[in-house]
C-alpha cells in the first residue's frame, strides 16, 4: 500500500487538518511523511508542524499547483494529500484553485481532505464508499480501496448506480425489433425500449453481476464488502449516499490519459471532487 505520502501545506488552519489526517494514514499504513511547503521558508513554523506530525518538511519556490505535483514526483509519493480549501454550500464544497489544480494533473492517488467541516482529522475512518460502474478501471479502484480498508480494518460498502431511459426516451422513441424470434423472447420492456437505450436496461439488469464481480476483487484483501445497486445519477447518487449516511471517504477511480498532462478526470471523479461533502480519494488506477 502506501509507503511515501506527501502533503501540501501553507500553513493556515484548513491545511493542517490535511496535515492530520495525512499524518493519522502514514501512522496507520506504516509509511513515510512529508510536507512540502511552497513558498519563502517560514522556518520554525513549518519545523514545528513536521515535529508534531512525524514528517520532514520540504521548501520549494514555484507555482503552487505545478511545484507540489514536481516534488511528488521527484519524493517517488505514492499518494499527495491537500486539503479542500473551499467555503461550503448546501453541505458541500468547492474546491480551491490549488486543489482542484492538483485534482486534473495528479498522476499519484490524491487524497482531498475535506477542511471546512467540524469533522476531526484524528478520527480514523470507518465508512468508506466506493463506486463502481463494471469497466476494469472501476475494478482496479474496488481493489485499492479494499487494499486500503483492510489496513485501516474497516468493510467498504461498494455501489454501483445504474441509470434507465426515462419515460420521456421511451415514449418519444418507441421502435420495433425486426428480429421476429427476438421479439417473440424479449420482454414488455424490452421490446418498447429503443435500441438506442437498451444498453441502459442492461447496466441495470448486470448490475448485480458488477457487484459479484467487486465482491470478488475486494476479496483478494480478506475483505467482505457491503454491496449496493441503486437506480439514479452516478455522482449524484453517490453524494447523496455519501451525505445522507455520513460516509467518512469516498474512493473513486480517476479515469484519463496519462503523459505529459497526467491525467483529466473523468466526468463521475470530477464532479465527485467538486462537490464531494467528505473526504475523497482518486484512485490513479491506470498505472
Not at 441495470?204 to 464488502?225: G, N
Amino acid at each position: 500500500m502506501y509507503k511515501k505520502i506527501v502533503a501540501g501545506t501553507d500553513l493556515s488552519e484548513t491545511s493542517k487538518i490535511a496535515v492530520r489526517r495525512a499524518a493519522m494514514l502514514a501512522e496507520q499504513l506504516g509509511a513515510s511523511l512529508t510536507l512540502v511547503h511552497v513558498g519563502s521558508d517560514p522556518g520554525a513554523p513549518l519545523a514545528e508542524l513536521a515535529t508534531q506530525n512525524g514528517a520532514e518538511a520540504v521548501v520549494v519556490e514555484g507555482n503552487p499547483p505545478t511545484a507540489l505535483l514536481a516534488q511528488a514526483d521527484e519524493l517517488g509519493a505514492d499518494l499527495l494529500v491537500v486539503g479542500s480549501v473551499g467555503m461550503s454550500g448546501a453541505k458541500r464544497f468547492a474546491l480551491g484553485n490549488v486543489p482542484n489544480k492538483v485534482s486534473h494533473q495528479s498522476s499519484r492517488d490524491l487524497l482531498i481532505v475535506k477542511t471546512d467541516t467540524g469533522r476531526r482529522a484524528d478520527t480514523p475512518y470507518q465508512k468508506i464508499l466506493v463506486g463502481a460502474d463494471g469497466s476494469g478501471t472501476a475494478m482496479r479502484a474496488v481493489e485499492m480501496a479494499s487494499e486500503l480498508a483492510s489496513k485501516l480494518g474497516v468493510a467498504p460498502t461498494v455501489v454501483t448506480v445504474f441509470e434507465g431511459p426515462s419515460e420521456h426516451e421511451l415514449d418519444q422513441m418507441r421502435v420495433g425489433t425486426n428480429e421476429v424470434v427476438a421479439a417473440w423472447h424479449a420482454t414488455k420492456e424490452q421490446r418498447e425500449t429503443p435500441p438506442e437505450y437498451q444498453w441502459k436496461i442492461a447496466s441495470a439488469a448486470q448490475a448485480d453481476d458488477v457487484l459479484e464481480r467487486a465482491a470478488d476483487h475486494a476479496a483478494k484483501f480478506d475483505v467482505e464488502p457491503e454491496t449496493r445497486a441503486v437506480p439514479g445519477h452516478p455522482a449524484e447518487k453517490l453524494l447523496e449516499i455519501a451525505e445522507d449516511e455520513n460516509f467518512d471517504l469516498i474512493c473513486v477511480g480517476g479515469v484519463g490519459m496519462s503523459g505529459t498532462a497526467r491525467f483529466a478526470l473523468g466526468n463521475v471523479p470530477h464532479r465527485l471532487s467538486h462537490h464531494a461533502p467528505t473526504d475523497i480519494l482518486i484512485l490513479q488506477t491506470t498505472r
